[in-house]
C-alpha cells in the first residue's frame, strides 16, 4: 500500500480543516440537504455568472500554525524595541500580567459582541460601566461614554458636538491650541474642512474674537501644565464651548479639567495598562456635560432595571445612534474599542486610587528628577511646569543629543529645531534618567541622582504649580477599591465573564457580523512585545518589521479584493467609509469636478448615510424592491435626476438583504456611466472572497471589517480595523499622517486616525489567518459561510419565511427569517424569540436589522453541522412554543416566549405559577442539562433606563443584592 509523503504527513493545510466547521461527510450532507451536487454546483448557482472570479486568488499556499508563527516572528524580529520617551500621547506601560492573561489573550473576553443583547452581556456592561465612573471621576465631569476610537477622533468628534450645541453661535470657526499632539490637530483639520469650518491654530491665551469652540491640551503636548479657567471664561463669554483634551494618569495629580469649566475632555487610556501597539488599538474617550447626552457621540451604557426591578445594565438612548437617525446621527461612530476600554477600567480596580497615586507620583518624581538634573547640565527648560514630559531647549544640539541617545537605544521627541522632550511613564526608572542625562551632557552627568530624589522628596513635587494639583477625590467607589489581590481580581473578572456569552460558548449568528473563528494561533502575536511595544512615532528604522507586515497584508487584501492599494489607516469600518468618501471626493477635486450626492439603498447600513454627511455630501435615498434588491428603475430615475452632481453610490455587496444581486453590473455602469463613483460597503466580504473581487466587478472603493472577514475579534464591541482598498485613480487620495509619513501619501488628503496605520497591533490577526488559509482556504471558507447559510435558510424554512432569495432560491453567507407574520398570529415578537434564544444558551441573531421584524442569522463557515443543527432545533422549539401561543394553549402574557429570558433566581424561587414548567423555563432542550449560560438577569426595561439615566456605577451593596 502506497504511504503518504512526508510532504502530506507535514498537513501545511492542516489550518484550513480548523478554521472550517464541517468536515468532508458533514458537507456532503448539507449539499444533499439542499439538492445540490457539489459546493462549486452551489456557488454556481448562486453568485452571478457575470461576477464570478476564474482565477484562483493571487496568495501563497496555506502553511502550518507553526510555520506562519515563525513567519510572523521573523518579522517581528525586524522591529527594534528601545527605550522610548517621546510620549505625545503614548507611553510604555505594563498590562497587569491577571489582566493581560484573562482579559486580553481570553475568548471569554474577547469574542464577545457589542452588548446589544445586555441580559447575556452584563459582564462587560459592567466593566464599561466601570470605564465610564473611571473616566467621568479623573476628568471631573459628569458623564463619560464607552469609548471612542482614538483621541484624535475624540477631538474631532468633540469639535462637532460644540457645533451642535451652541446653535445661536454663528460663528464657523474652531480653535485649536497650537500645543496639541500634531496628530490631533490633522484629524480635526480633516473633519472640520469636510465640515465647512475654519480651524485658527493659535496661542490659547489669545482665542479669536469670534468662535464656537476650542481644544486645549493639558497638559500640553510639549508638557506645559497650565491653569485653563481663565481661557475658559473667556470662550464661554463669547458663547463657545471648550474641550480639553488630557492625559488620564497626569490627572491623578492634577487638577480636572471639569474643575476648570470644561464643556467636553477626550484623551485616551493606553497608558492604564494597555500596550502602545504602535498606534493601537486603544480606547479614546469622551466626557461631558450631561446637558449634552443626547448629542454625545458613540455608546453610552446606563443602569436600568429588568422585568423583577433588578438593577441591570444596558446601552442607554440607543435612539441617538447612527444605525436608527442616519444621515442626521450625531457620529457614525459604531464599531469602538470595548476590550480596551474594559482592560483600562480593570488597571484602575486592580491598582486602585492608591496605586494609581503611586504611578502618578513615580512618573513625576522621573520627571522632576531629569528637570533638575538637566538644569544643573547648564540646560534650560521650555517650560515651567509640567507633570510627566520636560521639554529642553538645546539650541544647536538637537541632533547630536538625539543621536547619542539613540546610539544607547532610547528615543527622544525632536521638538521644532533647537528643543528636545523627554515623557516618562510608568515603566521608566532612575537608571533611564541617568542615560538621558548622559546624553545630553555628551559624557557622564556626575550628578547624584538619588541626592536629587531625596532633596525633591522633602520639597514636594516641582513641575504642577500649587493650584492646579489635585484636591478631589478619584476612584472612590467601592469596585475601585475591592480587587487589588491577584485572587480577588482575578475572581472577579471570572465573575463578570461568566455572565457573558461569547464564541467560547456558542455560535453568534449575527447577521452582518460575521462571527467567526478568532483563532488562538492568530492572536499570540498580538501580545508579542515586538509588535505591543513599539511607539507608533518611533524612528523608521526601528519599525522595519511593521513595514514588512503592512506592505505583506496589503498584497493580501488587495488580493482578496481586487484592488489596486490599500490603506491600512481606518481603525473601523465607519472611519473606511469616512476615508473613502474622502478620497472621492478628493478624486473629483483634483478634477475640477463639484459632486455631492451620495446615493444610498434604503437598505444600507446606518453608518454609511452617517458618513455621507460627514463629507458634507447629500443623501439620496434609493428604493429597493420586494425582493430586497436596488430597485433598478429608482436608480435609474435618481441618476437621470441627479445626472453629473452624483459623487458616488454607496452599496453593500451582496446585499444587506443576504443575497447576490443579479444586477450589481447594471448598478455599478450606470453611476459610472454619469461619471460618479460606486463605494462597495465590504462588510459582507465573508461572501466574496476568492469567489468574485469587488475590485473587478465594478467598485471603486470598499471598506474592509478586518473583525468581520478577516477574524480580528470583535472584543464585545472593538477593536476593529476597517482598510480601504481602492482602485488605480483614487490612489493618491488615501489618508495621510502628519508624524508618520505613509508611503505614497500626501498630507493634502487628510488624517483619518489619530496612528498612521490605525490600530497596527491586531493586524498579525489579519495576516495570520491569510497566510495559513492560503489561496485554496479562503476560498473555501467563503464556500463553506455560503453552505452553512443555505442549509441554515433551508432547514429554517420548515418553520419560519426565509424573506429573500436569490434567482434559483439560494442566499448569500445570511438569511433573513421573517417574524411579522407570528407576530400577526401569535403577538410574539422578534424580541421574545431573541430573549428565548437566551434560555438555550444562544445569542440571538441580528434583530430587525435590515427589515424591522425580521431575525438575520449568518452562521459563518467556522460552525459545525453539530452546532448548526443545535440552533435549528431551537428555532423548531421556539416555532411549536408560538404555536401553542396560536393556539391558545399558553396565555398571551405568560408564556416561555413573553417571560424569557429566565434566571436561575427564576426556576429556583419557590414559587412557580406559570403555565409552563420550570424545565420548559430553563432547560429546554437536553443539551442544556451539561452546560448552560444563564443570563444573569430578567429581560431589561430600556424605557426605564433611558428616563432615569444613571451612566455611573451602583454601590457595591446594590450588585450584591
Ligand atoms: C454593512 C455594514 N457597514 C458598515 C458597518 C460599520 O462598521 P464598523 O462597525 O466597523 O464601524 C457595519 C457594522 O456592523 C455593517 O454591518
Not at 566 to 590: D, R, W
Given at each position: 500500500m502506497t504511504q503518504s509523503t512526508l510532504n502530506q504527513l507535514e498537513q501545511q493545510d492542516e489550518f484550513i480543516g480548523r478554521h472550517i466547521g464541517p468536515d468532508?461527510?458533514?458537507?456532503?450532507?448539507?449539499?444533499?440537504?439542499?439538492?445540490?451536487?457539489?459546493?462549486?454546483?452551489?456557488?454556481?448557482?448562486?453568485?452571478?455568472?457575470?461576477?464570478?472570479?476564474?482565477d484562483a486568488l493571487d496568495l501563497k499556499d496555506a502553511i502550518s500554525e507553526q510555520d506562519a508563527l515563525a513567519e510572523l516572528r521573523g518579522i517581528a524580529q525586524r522591529n527594534k524595541i528601545y527605550r522610548t520617551f517621546i510620549g505625545m500621547g503614548y507611553h510604555d506601560t505594563f498590562t497587569p500580567n491577571v489582566i493581560l492573561r484573562n482579559v486580553l489573550e481570553n475568548p471569554g473576553w474577547y469574542t464577545a459582541y457589542t452588548p446589544y443583547q445586555p441580559e447575556i452581556a452584563q459582564g462587560r456592561l459592567e466593566g464599561l460601566l466601570n470605564f465610564q465612573q473611571m473616566v467621568t471621576d479623573l476628568t471631573g465631569m459628569e458623564l463619560a461614554n464607552a469609548s471612542m476610537l482614538d483621541e484624535g477622533t475624540a477631538a474631532a468628534e468633540a469639535m462637532t458636538l460644540c457645533k451642535r450645541q451652541v446653535k445661536r453661535n454663528k460663528s464657523n470657526v474652531f480653535f485649536v491650541d497650537e500645543d496639541c499632539h500634531p496628530?490631533?490637530?490633522?484629524?480635526?483639520?480633516?473633519?472640520?474642512?469636510?465640515?465647512?469650518?475654519?480651524?485658527?491654530?493659535?496661542?490659547?491665551?489669545?482665542?479669536?474674537?469670534?468662535?464656537?469652540?476650542?481644544?486645549?491640551?493639558?497638559?500640553?503636548?510639549?508638557?506645559?501644565?497650565?491653569?485653563?479657567?481663565?481661557?475658559?471664561?473667556?470662550?464661554?463669554?463669547?458663547?463657545?464651548?471648550?474641550?480639553?483634551?488630557?492625559?488620564?494618569?497626569?490627572?491623578v495629580a492634577l487638577k480636572a479639567p471639569g474643575e476648570m469649566g470644561a464643556d467636553v475632555v477626550v484623551g485616551c487610556n493606553q497608558r492604564f495598562g494597555i500596550p502602545m501597539g504602535f498606534g493601537g488599538p486603544h480606547a479614546g474617550f469622551f466626557a461631558f456635560r450631561e446637558a449634552y447626552k443626547r448629542s454625545a457621540p458613540g455608546r453610552i451604557i446606563g443602569v436600568s432595571i429588568d422585568t423583577k426591578g433588578k438593577q441591570a445594565l444596558r446601552m442607554a438612548m440607543q435612539t441617538r445612534e447612527q444605525h436608527i437617525r442616519r444621515e442626521k446621527a450625531n457620529s457614525n461612530i459604531c464599531t469602538s474599542q470595548v476590550l480596551l476600554a474594559v482592560m483600562s477600567a480593570f488597571y484602575a480596580c486592580y491598582h486602585g486610587p492608591k496605586g494609581l497615586r503611586n504611578i502618578a507620583s513615580r512618573i513625576q518624581r522621573l520627571a522632576d528628577i531629569f528637570a533638575r538634573g538637566v538644569q544643573e547640565s547648564g540646560f534650560e527648560l521650555a517650560h515651567d511646569s509640567w507633570f510627566d514630559t520636560v521639554t529642553v531647549n538645546v539650541g544647536d544640539q538637537q541632533s547630536a543629543i538625539y543621536e547619542r541617545a539613540l546610539a544607547a537605544e532610547i528615543n527622544l521627541r525632536k521638538v521644532g529645531e533647537d528643543k528636545l522632550g523627554v515623557s516618562f511613564h510608568e515603566t521608566a526608572k532612575l537608571h533611564d534618567v541617568s542615560d538621558i542625562l548622559d546624553a545630553f551632557k555628551g559624557a557622564s552627568h556626575g550628578l547624584d541622582l538619588q541626592m536629587l530624589d531625596t532633596e525633591i522628596a522633602a520639597k514636594g513635587p516641582m513641575g504642577i504649580p500649587h493650584a492646579l494639583q489635585r484636591t478631589s477625590d478619584f476612584l472612590t467607589h467601592p469596585v475601585f477599591n475591592s480587587y487589588h489581590s491577584e485572587t480577588e481580581m482575578l475572581r472577579y473578572l471570572k465573575r463578570l465573564e461568566s455572565r457573558d456569552i461569547a464564541l467560547n460558548h456558542s455560535m453568534i449568528p449575527l447577521g452582518s457580523c460575521t462571527m467567526k473563528l478568532n483563532a488562538t494561533a492568530e492572536m499570540i502575536p498580538v501580545t508579542w512585545p515586538e509588535f505591543g511595544r513599539l511607539h507608533p512615532f518611533a524612528p523608521a528604522g526601528q519599525t522595519e518589521g511593521y513595514q514588512a507586515l503592512f506592505e505583506s497584508l496589503q498584497q493580501m487584501l488587495e488580493a482578496c479584493?481586487?484592488?489596486?492599494?490599500?490603506?491600512?489607516?481606518?481603525?473601523?469600518?465607519?472611519?473606511?467609509?469616512?476615508?473613502?468618501?474622502?478620497?472621492?471626493?478628493?478624486?473629483?477635486?483634483?478634477?475640477?469636478?463639484?459632486r455631492n450626492i451620495c446615493l444610498i439603498p434604503a437598505s444600507a447600513h446606518g453608518t454609511n448615510p452617517a458618513s455621507a454627511m460627514m463629507v458634507g455630501m447629500k443623501v439620496v435615498v434609493t428604493a429597493c424592491d420586494n425582493m430586497g434588491n436596488v430597485d433598478i428603475d429608482d436608480l435609474k430615475a435618481k441618476v437621470a435626476e441627479h445626472g453629473e452632481n452624483i459623487a458616488a453610490l454607496m452599496v453593500t455587496y451582496p446585499s444587506t438583504?443576504?443575497?447576490?444581486?443579479?444586477?450589481?453590473?447594471?448598478?455599478?455602469?450606470?453611476?459610472?456611466?454619469?461619471?460618479?463613483?460606486?463605494?462597495?460597503?465590504?462588510a459582507n466580504m465573508n461572501a466574496l472572497v476568492g469567489v468574485a473581487a469587488p475590485g473587478k466587478f465594478g467598485g471603486d472603493v470598499s471598506h474592509l471589517n478586518l473583525h468581520k472577514t478577516f477574524c480580528i475579534p470583535h472584543g464585545g464591541g472593538g477593536p476593529g480595523m476597517g482598510p480601504i482598498g481602492v482602485g488605480e485613480h483614487l490612489k493618491p487620495f488615501l489618508p495621510a499622517h502628519p508624524v508618520t509619513p505613509v508611503p505614497g501619501t500626501d498630507m493634502a488628503n487628510g488624517t483619518i486616525s489619530a496612528a498612521g496605520w490605525g490600530s497596527a497591533s491586531i493586524l498579525p490577526i489579519s495576516w495570520m489567518y491569510i497566510r495559513m488559509m492560503g489561496k485554496t482556504g479562503m476560498k473555501q471558507a467563503t464556500e463553506m459561510a455560503m453552505v452553512n447559510a443555505n442549509y441554515v435558510a433551508k432547514k429554517l424554512s420548515e418553520h419560519y419565511k426565509v424573506l429573500y432569495t436569490g434567482k434559483n432560491g439560494f442566499v448569500a453567507h445570511e438569511c433573513l427569517i421573517d417574524l411579522r407574520p407570528l407576530k400577526e398570529t401569535s403577538g410574539v415578537t422578534e424580541e421574545d424569540i431573541a430573549k428565548r434564544l437566551m434560555d438555550f444558551g444562544f445569542h440571538s441573531p441580528t434583530m430587525s436589522f435590515p427589515v424591522a421584524g425580521t431575525l438575520m442569522i449568518e452562521p459563518t463557515e467556522s460552525e459545525s453541522k453539530e452546532e448548526l443543527d443545535r440552533f435549528i432545533e431551537t428555532m423548531a422549539i421556539i416555532r411549536n412554543e408560538i404555536a401553542e401561543v396560536e393556539a391558545g394553549n399558553y396565555p398571551a402574557e405568560d408564556n416561555p416566549l413573553h417571560n424569557a429570558p429566565h434566571t436561575l433566581d427564576d426556576v429556583m424561587s419557590d414559587e412557580w405559577?406559570?403555565?409552563?414548567?420550570?424545565?420548559?423555563?430553563?432547560?429546554?432542550?437536553s443539551w442544556l442539562k451539561h452546560h448552560k449560560v444563564w443570563p444573569s438577569v430578567n429581560r431589561i426595561d430600556n424605557v426605564y433606563g433611558d428616563r432615569n439615566l444613571i451612566c455611573s456605577c451602583p454601590s457595591i451593596e446594590e450588585y450584591m443584592e
Open positions: 468532508a461527510e458533514q458537507t456532503q450532507a448539507m449539499l444533499d440537504t439542499l439538492g445540490v451536487s457539489s459546493v462549486e454546483d452551489l456557488i454556481a448557482k448562486t453568485v452571478p455568472a457575470g461576477i464570478r472570479k476564474q496628530q490631533t490637530i490633522a484629524v480635526v483639520k480633516t473633519r472640520a474642512e469636510h465640515f465647512g469650518f475654519e480651524i485658527v491654530v493659535g496661542n490659547p491665551e489669545s482665542l479669536p474674537e469670534e468662535l464656537f469652540g476650542a481644544l486645549l491640551q493639558y497638559p500640553a503636548s510639549t508638557g506645559k501644565v497650565r491653569d485653563l479657567t481663565d481661557i475658559i471664561a473667556d470662550a464661554h463669554g463669547k458663547n463657545a464651548l471648550v474641550t480639553v483634551a488630557t492625559d488620564l494618569m497626569s490627572l479584493t481586487g484592488y489596486d492599494a490599500v490603506s491600512l489607516q481606518p481603525n473601523a469600518g465607519s472611519q473606511g467609509e469616512y476615508a473613502g468618501l474622502v478620497a472621492i471626493k478628493k478624486y473629483f477635486e483634483s478634477r475640477g469636478e463639484q438583504h443576504g443575497v447576490f444581486e443579479e444586477g450589481i453590473t447594471e448598478i455599478c455602469d450606470l453611476i459610472h456611466s454619469v461619471g460618479g463613483q460606486v463605494y462597495i460597503d465590504g405559577s406559570h403555565a409552563y414548567s420550570r424545565d420548559v423555563a430553563g432547560r429546554p432542550a
